[in-house]
Structures are given as C-alpha cells and as structure tokens.
C-alpha cells in the first residue's frame, strides 16, 4: 500500500527497511503536544485570514482535543507507516472529523512544523531545566548559610592549599549554576522566534499571518527568512551547549563527593538514601549517584558532538539528516533533569564531618600564606621575601614533624630574629579564614552575607 498521506504518485509502498529506517514515530510521539499546539495555532489563523472556513476550522479544533486526549489517555494507536508525529495526528484527525482534516496542512509543511514543534519542545525543556538548577542552587545556598563557618582544607592540584570554609565552596557552585541557568535563558530568547509559516522552504502563496501564530504559541515574532526558518537547529545546538557545559559542572561536584565520601578523606557522609551497598563487601558505603552523574557529559556532549556532525555541510534547507536531531537531544535533557534531581537530593542529604575537614585544613601547612603575610604587615618585608622566610620555616617544621603553630619562639627567630609571640594569632585555621575578608573570598562573614544574599535572590 502507498502512503495514504503523501502517496498520489506512488505505485507502490516502501521497503520494509525503508519504512525501518524512515520513520521518527519511535521518538517524535514526544512532540505530541507541541504538534498539536502548533496545529491548533496554525487552524485558527488560516480561518482569521478567510483561507479556510470557521466551520471546518471549528472541527479541526475539536478534533485535535480530541486526538489529544486520546495519546494523553494512552488510547492513540501510532504507525510506523505514518512516519512520524504530524502524519500520525493528522491522519487520526482525519478519522475522527472527516475530509475536513485535509484542510490543516494547507499553507504548511512539515518542514516548518517540525521545527515548530522542536523549538516549542526545547523551550519547554529549557524552563523545567532552569527551575531544577534554581532548586540545586536553593540547597546548595542552604548548605553555606548552614557552614558558613566550618573549615576544611581549599586545594589546589588536589593538594592542601589555604584553609577556606565548606560554606564558600557550595557558593561556588551556586555560581557556576547561575552561569549555566544563564546560558540556558540566553539561549531560549534567542531561539524564541516561530518558524510557522515558512511551509516547505519558500514561504506560501496563501494570505497566512505569521505574527499571529507567532504570539498565539508564546514566540517573539516570526522568523524573518523561510529557508533559515526550516534549515536551522541552532536552537538545539546551544541548548545542548549549555547542556554540556551544565553537566560538567555537576561532574566536578559528584567527583568531590566521592573523594569526601572515601574512607581516606572522610569530609562528609552521604545519606543511605544517595548510597548503595556491595554484594558482596558488607562494609561498603559507594556513592553510585555520584559516580552516575560524574559519568553524565559523557552522553551529554556526545548528543552536542552527535548533532554538530549531523548539521555539518549540509546544504540548505532540510534534509532527512535533521531527523536524528531529536533522539541525542531528548536523552540529553532527560539525563541531565536525572543528575540535576539526584546532585539535589546528595546536597541536601550529606552531612559534613566537621572535625576531620578541620584537621585536614590544619594539615598541610595551609597557614603559611598567613605567616608570609604577616611578615609583610608587620616587618614591612617584601612579599618575595616573606615568601622565602616563610618556605624555611616550612621545611623546618617538617624537619621536626610539626604544624607551623607548633614551632616556639626560639625555632622561629632561628629564621627570622624579628619574629615576636604576635605571629602566633594568625597561624590558626580559624584566623587565616576570618582574615580572608576581601570581597569574594573565604571568610565566614562573607560567605554568611552571599549565602543570605542567594537565598533572597532564588525566593523571587
Ligand atoms: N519526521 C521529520 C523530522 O523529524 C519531519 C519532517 C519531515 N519532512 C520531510 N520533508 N520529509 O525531520
């Protein structure tokens, strides 16, 4: 049998591989509502304009809720032969109302109604994706008010650096968060434009209004060139973008979480709701979540790569090829919504061991910055200098066995004769962060202001 939808000058149907290898329904039934969001936008608007009746528009209408209610009630039977999301609506319509249903894709094309229905998909994707990031960026501002005060070691190339506070290292996050929901908005106002209207690549002969349906399905306007309005998938792209970029961020988090949650580290302790147990080690505690969402960009920046591949050097405007837009993207979404929902639910769960991140942050000679600073302020040395003061104290202190507090007087001054009993209040893990006042950096005061200044901000 031929195609019922586009057959009139087929003799005969397709291949069974052929169909195998053509049909997007597997997929693209995700679009139902978007498709017919479209569609009930664009039947308005042709009857607005006199290119069809109000009868039949009326009818179409009903028969879309109809269809509608059908998938939402998991009554709709989908074809492989129909293709793909619009033939299948259209062709149930047409079951549902009659000849009227061949009425809706006048002035249209399936061209510009797949790419209307992506756009609208993305958008939607884009909007449930920033209020998860919101709700992780709320947990993690919660999370710093809470430790705004508690101590642990700031590293550099994994190796103890400064003491810094664990509530200023949530705000880091809650940072690169806001980075991430910004690119996303970016994103989304530029892609905010309707191709509706550009039919198959060269716009229509019919007296169509595109600003209408533009503003009927919450766009800015209508795209300004028909062949770019069915060509483009940039849209897709820079979600996926910021997408990647997202993913990466939430990895950088899960892997500090598996190296806190280690026997070895022991900075904090993850729920038994974020752990799984071994088959066979009963001690094990592993934070499988962690590792999961650490492995996300991994399929995340490969739809990114999968889809650039796709687009590149294909000439204008649509070819099949941009039908393998939608499967990378929709797993791209749906695991980044999982390891946004799961990095969540860590945050809020984990109890950090504050004792230990203390110890650790003591450890490591993290205050010799402040011992270098204070010879500075207080000897009017040169930093370059101080600096090297500071490294023979360091290695003396290790020659010893010692923390840098636990130097006397008398070992100090071998060094550095003008030393005095003063220096010994910055050598502290608690002095060296409350100093850190300098906008932006670790100190309690501040990290207690940004938190609160946060937390305001995510409420509105
Ligand atoms: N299923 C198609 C897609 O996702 C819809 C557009 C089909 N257009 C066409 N000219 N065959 O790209």
């Known amino acids: 049998m031929t195609n019922k939808m586009w057959g009139g000058r087929f003799q005969a149907g397709p291949d069974a591989i052929m169909e195998e290898i053509n049909a997007s329904i597997g997929f693209d039934r995700r679009l139902f509502l978007q498709d017919i969001a479209g569609s009930t936008a664009h039947v308005a608007m042709l009857a607005e304009q006199g290119i069809i009746s109000k009868a039949d528009a009326n009818r179409i209408r009903r028969g879309l809720a109809a269809v509608q209610a059908e998938i939402e009630a998991g009554k709709f039977t989908f074809s492989r032969a129909l293709e793909d999301i619009h033939l299948n609506v ?21 061209n510009d109604q797949v790419a209307v229905d992506f756009r609208l998909y993305v958008r939607d994707a884009i909007d449930h994706l920033d209020g998860q990031l919101k709700d992780l960026q ?72 595109r600003h209408a349906t533009a503003r009927a399905l919450g766009f800015d306007g209508p795209t300004r060139n028909s062949l770019d309005s069915v060509a483009d998938r940039d849209f897709v792209l820079e979600t996926l973008a910021a997408a990647a970029i997202c993913a990466t961020h939430l990895s ?3 892997e500090e979480i598996v190296i806190w949650s280690t026997s070895q580290f022991g900075f904090v302790k993850l729920s038994d709701k974020f752990t799984t147990g071994s088959s066979i080690m009963p001690q094990k505690r592993n934070p499988d979540a962690a590792e999961l969402v650490r492995a996300k960009p991994g399929r995340i920046l490969g739809a990114l790569t999968a889809l650039l591949v796709v687009m590149k050097g294909l000439p204008l405007t649509y070819s099949k090829d941009m039908q393998e837009d939608k499967e990378p993207a929709f797993d791209a979404f749906d695991n980044l919504s999982l390891a946004i929902a799961a990095t969540t639910g860590m945050v809020k769960d984990l109890t950090p061991n504050v004792e230990t991140m203390r110890q650790a942050a003591a450890g490591g000679f993290s205050t010799a910055t402040d011992l ?75 990290v207690r202001r940004e938190a609160k200044r946060w937390l305001k901000l995510l409420e509105a």
Not at 95 to 103: V, Y
Not at 169 to 179: G, I
């Open 252 to 254: 950088r988090l899960a």
């Open 90 to 110: 259209e062709s149930r319509l047409k079951e549902l109302i009659g000849p009227a249903a061949g009425r809706l894709h006048t002035a249209r094309s399936r």
């Open 138 to 209: 709320r947990a993690l501002a919660a999370k710093a008010q809470a430790h705004a005060a508690t101590i642990m070691p700031g590293f550099t190339h994994l190796q103890v650096a400064q003491p810094v506070t664990f509530g200023h290292h949530c705000l880091a996050y809650v940072e690169m968060l806001a980075r991430d929901r910004s690119r996303l908005v970016d994103a989304r106002r530029r892609m905010n434009q309707s191709p509706l209207g550009a039919a198959a690549l060269a716009g229509t002969s019919f007296p169509i209004d």
């Open 372 to 446: 270098a600073d204070w010879l500075v302020r207080t000897l009017k040395m040169p930093f370059r200098d101080a600096h090297h003061v500071t490294g023979s104290l360091v290695a003396l202190a290790e020659k010893k066995g010692c923390g840098l507090p636990e130097l006397s007087l008398a070992e100090l001054r071998t060094v550095e004769k003008r030393i005095t009993r003063d220096v010994y209040k910055v050598l502290t893990v608690e002095a060296s962060v409350a100093s850190r006042r300098s906008f932006g950096g670790t100190a309690p005061a501040n």
